[in-house]
């Protein structure tokens, strides 16, 4: 399940480059402080990330990326696109 969300969301034009650029913790992304990230919190740090990418990672489908979630985003924007086989 894992490699089908990370295979989707560099599916989706993820730019590793300028993502891994913005990217910081996830205390700061929550602006609100609410213990999730929404989208418009989330594209506030990288305004090139798309509702579908959002919406891959938030995998419980609530609305917001827990630091759970958050965190693979993170980590998947970093890992270097695998060729499909």
Known sequence: MKKIILSSLVVLG???AAFAQAATD??????????????AE??????????????????????????????????ASAAPAVPAS
């Open 14 to 16: 993820l730019s590793t």
């Open 42 to 75: 989330a594209q506030v740090a990288w305004p090139d990330l798309t509702e579908e990418a959002f919406t891959a990672a938030d995998t419980d489908a609530n609305g917001d990326l827990s630091a759970e979630e958050y965190d693979a985003l993170v980590a």
């Open 26 to 39: 996830f205390a700061t992304v929550d602006a609100d402080a609410s213990g999730g990230v929404s989208l």
